[in-house]
């Protein structure tokens, strides 16, 4: 059953010489009840303003354009911002936003947010039963009680990731998306923030998540799929072991090209860096956004706008050029992105 179902949503900001910047443009995905889908891309290709969008609340300067967004059959989307506010997010849908550790105000206990939470959400609870609660959940979670009664200031990176993961999902929300949950944690601590993410899909107090991270491998591990975004579009979606391995889109295979997967076979693989930088979202760019960047690109590919592809069931692409030609130009390249170890055998 789809707990998120996004339909051609388009989303724009207002800047403040009256530009429109289109920074999601007409994205339609789902996510399946107890899946997990990742979005990877380069920085600036509408990662955390598709997470934004799909929370239907919009502000300044973000705004919504066109499409539609539906949580377990609910649509969401024309809901007023109060509605969406007091009934839509925590419980339907709940956002860890980039850099949310460094946005938790440091002279207050963590116990408060927790219950500014549950009271946004005109809870009946006093605050021992709403203490009752987090104390329940954080033993679940494996995090100390203690914490509860401690200011943001005096937590470590780590454990500040956790409780905020824990205050965001403390209603059990249908959709959890986390916007790079561990970049800014050293290497053992994203491996408990991760862990802990996997806890709560398991225990299903979080029923379905996008997870989104610019670190590929990181992806590999955690979702089930992942979805490609480039200049404020889907350009492929997967399951993350072929996306990872056997990339279609001329794009998503430079985003793989440029990261190492510690797996079997990849050794010797040499590392190449996507050339040129994606186009400016002020303006729709004609033709494949990626045509300027890419390598295989020719006339028709800069002239007609390009559709997505079905490669086969829950695979999808946006690349004019068949998939036997891809894989065929691929294929003559191969022995160019293997290193010396690889091509001598
Ligand atoms: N407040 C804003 N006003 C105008 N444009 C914005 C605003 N915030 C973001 N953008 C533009 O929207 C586009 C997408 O930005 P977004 O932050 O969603 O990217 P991202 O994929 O999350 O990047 P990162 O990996 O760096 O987090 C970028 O081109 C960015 O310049
Ligand atoms: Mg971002």
Known sequence: MAMLEVKNLTTFYKTRMNEKVCSVDNVSFTLEEGKSLGIAGESGCGKSTLAMSVMGYYFPPLNYESGSIIIDGKEITKLPP???????????IAYIPQAAMNALNPT?????????????????????????????????LNLPEKVLDQYAVELSGGMKQRTIIAISTILNPKVLIADEPSSALDVSSQKIVIKLLHDLMQKKFVRSMLFITHELPLLYNVTDDIM????????????AKEMIFDPIMPYSKGLMNSIIVPEDGTRGHILQAIPGSPPNLKKRPVGC????RCKYADELCRKDS??????????????????EELYQIYENELPALLGDNEEKK
């Open 82 to 92: 109060d509605t969406i506010r007091t009934t839509v997010l925590g419980t339907d």
């Open 108 to 140: 207050r206990k963590i116990i408060r947010f927790i219950e500014d939470v549950l009271q946004a959400h005109g809870t009946k609870m006093t605050k021992s039963e709403i203490r009752h609660l987090a104390q329940e959940r954080f033993a679940i």
């Open 228 to 239: 490609v975004m480039y200049a404020g579009e889907i350009v492929e979606r997967g399951s």
């Open 289 to 292: 956004r990626f045509g300027d």
């Open 306 to 323: 390009v559709n997505e592809q079905n490669a086969s069931i829950g695979r999808s692409y946006r690349c004019r050029h068949p998939l």
